[in-house]
């Protein structure tokens, strides 16, 4: 069950820094089309930063990942020019590791 502001602010700012840096992995496996915007070359990480920077905490869950329960999934739902958008990742260790960003869906 996802639980709501667990480490929003260290979150955020480790996905920020990730992303500034560039030192961030793709979840391994096949892109859904309209699931990994930032890694299908749709949105930059320019972008995508600008919408984390305007996310609050409330915008913010985490929950266990699908296949290993024992990492924690931050997923962020900002909003920007009226448009809810969902970016999911996780943090296995030193690494960064981005799911989705996509348009939520709901």
Same mark, same amino acid.
């Given at each position: 069950?996802?639980?709501?502001? $667990? !480490?929003?602010? #260290?979150? *955020?700012? !480790? +996905?920020? *820094? ?6 961030? #992995?793709? #979840?391994?496996?096949?892109? *859904?089309?309209? /699931?990994? +915007? +930032?890694?299908?070359? #749709? ?6 930063? !600008? +919408? %984390? ?5 409330? $915008?913010?869950?985490?929950?266990? @990942? @699908?296949?290993?329960?024992? %990492?924690?999934? @931050?997923?962020? /739902?900002?909003?920007?020019? *009226?448009?809810?958008? &969902?970016? /999911?990742? &996780? ?16």
């Amino acid at each position: 069950m996802p639980t709501r502001g $667990d !480490g929003f602010r #260290e979150a *955020r700012a !480790g +996905l920020i *820094r990730a992303l500034e840096l560039g030192q961030f #992995e793709f #979840e391994i496996g096949e892109v *859904r089309e309209g /699931k990994n +915007l +930032l890694q299908t070359g #749709e949105v930059t990480r320019e972008f995508v930063i !600008g +919408l %984390l920077r305007v996310c609050r905490g409330s $915008d913010h869950s985490t929950s266990p @990942h @699908h296949f290993a329960p024992s %990492l924690s999934c @931050h997923v962020f /739902k900002p909003v920007a020019k *009226r448009v809810r958008w &969902y970016i /999911k990742c &996780y943090f296995p260790g030193a690494t960064t590791v981005l799911i989705s960003v996509h348009i939520a869906e709901h």
